[in-house]
């Protein structure tokens, strides 16, 4: 990134998708979601798509997002981001559509947004912050709570016989989007593999192709009630061993 020389002092260049005036970051200390849209922004400028981009974000902790970038926004009802974009991009094929939310807005109380999304093949591209917990709320379990994992509701750890197995959203997609569909699963621990999977993901709905899906893995420690150290710990091992990281879902390479 090029930087800019301004009273002798060297700083940055900001991302021409960032709101031009600079503000104080929203989010709790270690929160996951700055790195995420950190790769989102970064994946927008790089591919050019600034002035087609509409940004949607979900009630929770990704609302905080709604004026992080200089494009089109608009933050939703809580679980209808997927399809407020959806509809947007039915309206004007030209855009560029991404659907921004936690596991609680993609997998709670907007699942049947999402599920029937990828049965559909909508050509958007949707964006999910998987951190374990409803973080916003005060850190209740969620779809995604790991089995025995202890949270506000869980004080003795996620008992699976009683909730169920935790939400592998990715599998699912990948199990009922039709061809054309990219699915992937990143983590903030490896933001430049992140940043990787989203621009596959923008530029998959570029071109036409369907559904884009990328969950990334991600930290609370506000919730968690971890330090450093054991908030990436609980990320790069525990997290990332049950939600395995990867492309799950790619288009075919179409002949001609």
């Given at each position: 990134m090029q930087e800019l020389k301004e009273n002798n002092v060297l700083q940055p260049a900001m991302p021409a998708s960032w709101n031009e005036e600079t503000k104080a970051h929203k989010f709790c200390p270690g929160c996951g979601h700055g790195i995420i849209l950190k790769c989102l922004g970064e994946a927008i400028d790089e591919l050019g798509i600034k002035d087609k981009m509409v940004f949607g974000c979900d009630i929770g902790c990704s609302l905080l997002a709604w004026d992080f970038f200089n494009v089109d926004t608009v933050q939703t009802h809580?679980?209808?981001?997927?399809?407020?974009?959806?509809?947007?991009?039915?309206?004007?094929?030209?855009?560029?559509?991404?659907?921004?939310?936690?596991?609680?807005?993609?997998?709670?109380?907007?699942?049947?947004?999402?599920?029937?999304?990828?049965?559909?093949?909508?050509?958007?591209?949707?964006?999910?912050?998987?951190?374990?917990?409803?973080?916003?709320?005060?850190?209740?379990?969620?779809?995604?709570?790991?089995?025995?994992?202890?949270?506000?509701?869980?004080?003795?750890?996620?008992?699976?016989?009683?909730?169920?197995?935790?939400?592998?959203?990715?599998?699912?997609?990948?199990?009922?989007?039709?061809?054309?569909?990219?699915?992937?699963?990143g983590t903030v621990a490896n933001p430049r593999q992140l940043k990787g999977f989203i621009k596959k993901a923008l530029q998959n709905q570029m071109d036409g192709n369907g559904l884009s899906f990328v969950e990334c893995l991600a930290g609370c420690p506000t919730n968690w009630r971890t330090n450093a150290k054991q908030t990436w710990e609980f990320i790069e091992k525990d997290m990332a061993a049950y939600y395995k990281v990867g492309e799950l879902k790619t288009p075919q390479a179409k002949e001609g």
């Open positions: 809580h679980g209808r981001t997927t399809p407020v974009i959806t509809g947007m991009k039915r309206a004007n094929t030209d855009i560029i559509g991404v659907a921004y939310m936690g596991d609680g807005g993609g997998y709670a109380i907007g699942s049947q947004h999402l599920f029937n999304a990828a049965v559909r093949g909508e050509k958007i591209t949707i964006i999910l912050c998987n951190n374990g917990n409803y973080g916003m709320t005060g850190g209740q379990m969620a779809p995604t709570t790991l089995p025995g994992m202890k949270t506000e509701t869980t004080p003795y750890g996620r008992d699976i016989e009683q909730t169920g197995h935790p939400t592998k959203g990715p599998e699912m997609v990948a199990a009922v989007a039709p061809e054309g569909a990219y699915v992937a699963r």
